[in-house]
């Protein structure tokens, strides 16, 4: 029964040798798939290269991709691109085991195996199957999570939304140091069951409430909000077509907190909230990735 409940995925990956390459890539990319059917993802390595990995929700044409990617990176990067599936069971086996904690202001993103290792006046997530995104290690969980130490110090929202929750980690965090409840959305069913789980490992079940929804497609988020707060992890294109919807789930003076995007993407997701009154504070810039702290100014 689970089996049918964990599909497998596909995955591309392949190595750029340039940062404005694989910027471009990343970009082709995220134009050609329509949201939620392609998850792409760019690291920088220590000598500079660029691994992109793209999961995809259905098998893709591995010729057009190869094609898509030839153009934006020439032939050789395009015959290099591997293709894969990831049998759910072996995501489901993925575990933090070996991964350091994740410090990220007051909170602290770990596995079972360094429970010990939570300091009095830190705030632990314990995040363990990394069956869905969100593991803290990345540049943009990162980002969100120093974000919201930062506006916690000074800002007590009571209406909160984690947008595109993936392991739930954001949601979590939120939860446990509000002592507030928060609602945590998904596109993925996946990532819903495991942000559910989480939430309860991490003793916030009663808290995080969380539901399946592309964008504000659901009609809890009319129910929950106006939301004072927003935290989405999402990605530079879904983000923009989510700007006018969000604008009308937000309170007055509502912050927002973005990431997902690449610094060269962010004045383009800044445009399109600056257009809702949706504007900047703050960008952050992790490990080639952007987060941006904003205002709803009406
Ligand atoms: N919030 C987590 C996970 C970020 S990964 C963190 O900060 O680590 C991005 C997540 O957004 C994925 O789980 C993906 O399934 C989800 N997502 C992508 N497009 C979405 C959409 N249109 N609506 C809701 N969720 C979406």
């Not at 995104?133 to 919201?148: D, E, N, S, V």
């Not at 409430?209 to 004072?228: V, Y």
């Not at 003076?253 to 257009?275: D, K």
């Amino acid at each position: 029964m689970t089996s049918t409940l964990t599909p497998s995925t596909s995955r591309a990956s392949f190595a750029i040798g340039s940062e404005q390459t694989a910027k471009r890539v990343v970009d082709r990319l995220t134009e050609s798939f329509f949201e939620g059917q392609a998850a792409i993802a760019a690291f920088e390595g220590p000598d500079g290269r660029w691994d992109v990995t793209v999961h995809f929700t259905e098998s893709p044409d591995q010729d057009s991709i190869r094609e898509l990617v030839g153009l934006a990176a020439g032939d050789e990067v395009a015959r290099d691109i591997t293709f894969d599936t990831i049998e759910a069971k072996d995501w489901v086996k993925t575990t933090l085991e070996g991964l350091v904690p994740v410090r990220a202001g007051r909170f602290i993103v770990h596995g079972s195996h360094d429970r010990s290792k939570v300091a009095p006046n830190q705030l632990g997530i314990e995040i363990e199957a990394a069956l869905a995104f969100g593991t803290g290690h990345h540049g943009t969980t990162r980002g969100c999570l120093l974000l919201l130490d930062h506006v916690l110090r000074a800002y007590r929202p009571r209406r909160v939304l984690d947008l595109g929750t993936g392991t739930g980690v954001l949601a979590i965090a939120a939860a446990k140091a509000l002592q507030g409840k928060v609602l945590a959305s998904d596109i993925d069913p996946l990532s819903v069951r495991t942000a559910r789980e989480n939430a309860r490992l991490n003793g916030a079940g009663n808290l995080v409430q969380t539901i399946q929804a592309s964008g504000f497609s659901a009609p809890e988020f009319a129910d929950r909000g106006p939301f004072d707060l927003v935290l989405a992890n999402i990605l530079a294109n879904p983000l923009k077509q989510m700007a006018t919807p969000m604008a009308r789930h937000l309170a007055r003076s509502a912050v927002v907190i973005l990431s997902g995007l690449l610094p060269p993407q962010a004045n383009g997701v800044i445009a399109a909230y600056r257009a809702r009154g949706v504007m900047l504070l703050k960008h952050l810039q992790i490990e080639g990735w952007s987060s941006l702290l904003m205002r709803y100014t009406r």
